[in-house]
């Protein structure tokens, strides 16, 4: 059985930086392309950052050069490093397994079939 699990979210003042984990259980984080989603109220989810098997990451544009995405394949975990965070990266942020070892270019929801519960990141100005 396949569960994702994200922590590390919380409330933090603009510019201030927060690392997110997903631990995963059932999978192996290296082999498969895994990614970072994010849902503002009244808002879809939209694609923030992803990373293949084989370690090439793709980022959304609002978080190029603040974001980095990276995982521990010893410890089978996923993370988000965010820095210079801004109010309108409010959102609660999920954790995903996409389909195979490969990330589309697109970084769309419907390419991942396991989700993790979500973890509530607010930034305030």
């Known amino acids: 059985q396949v569960q994702l699990a994200e922590s590390g979210g919380r409330s933090v003042q603009a510019g201030g930086s927060l690392r997110l984990s997903c631990t995963a259980s059932?999978?192996?984080?290296?082999?498969?392309?895994m990614g970072w989603f994010r849902q503002a109220p009244d808002k879809g989810r939209g694609g923030v950052a992803q990373?293949?098997?084989?370690?090439?990451?793709a980022y959304a544009d609002s978080v190029k050069g603040r974001f980095t995405i990276s995982r521990d394949n010893a410890e089978n975990t996923l993370y988000l490093q965010m820095d210079s965070l801004e109010p309108d990266d409010t959102a609660s942020y999920y954790c995903?397994?996409?389909?195979?070892?490969?990330?589309?270019?697109?970084?769309?929801?419907?390419?991942?079939?396991?989700w993790g519960q979500g973890t509530q990141v607010t930034v305030s100005s």
């Open positions: 995903a397994r996409g389909r195979g070892p490969w990330c589309e270019a697109d970084m769309r929801a419907d390419q991942y079939n396991y």
């Open positions: 059932g999978i192996s984080v290296g082999s498969y392309c």
């Open positions: 990373i293949s098997s084989i370690g090439g990451t």
